[in-house]
DNA sequence: AGGGTGACCCGCT
DNA sequence: CAGCGGGCCACCC
């Protein structure tokens, strides 16, 4: 069921388990958008789900990028209390990317 | 059909 | 190494 462009951003960040994450440009790849990073912010920007861990999303330089109304700070307060270090107001993507996403709930 | 918005990305300076 | 600007994509008037 996923006629929009959100549906198949938030199947495949549904993926990214506790204490990882993945990156808006990451999420565009995997959708082969290589281009569609914005879209992927913009869905994210959209999302009102509790069940979408849209704060396990963050940039591809590493940087926490924005979390809505809610503000970053609360972003990486989360992330922080799953387990994700962030030093410097980054995170280390190579060791907390998540990238073994599959195509299992796409139908 | 065109313009505006948005939690981005990359190259250049 | 930090900052700026242009490009790209999906969606809503």
């Not at 082969?32 to 849209?54: D, T």
């Not at 963050?58 to 387990?83: H, P, Q, W």
Request: glycine share 12%.
């Amino acid at each position: 069921m996923s006629d929009n462009f959100f549906d198949l951003v938030y199947r495949v960040v549904l993926q990214v388990p506790k204490g990882g994450v993945t990156t808006y440009s990451a999420v565009a790849r995997f959708l082969n958008n290589p281009r569609g990073s914005r879209s992927v912010g913009w869905a994210m920007r959209q999302c009102n789900l509790p069940e979408v861990p849209c704060h396990r999303v963050i940039k591809s330089d590493g940087s926490i990028g924005g979390y809505g109304d809610e503000g970053v700070a609360k972003k990486a307060k989360l992330l922080r209390k799953e387990g994700v270090m962030i030093t410097q107001g980054k995170v280390d993507l190579s060791k907390y990317e998540f990238r073994a996403f599959t195509l299992a709930n796409f139908g």
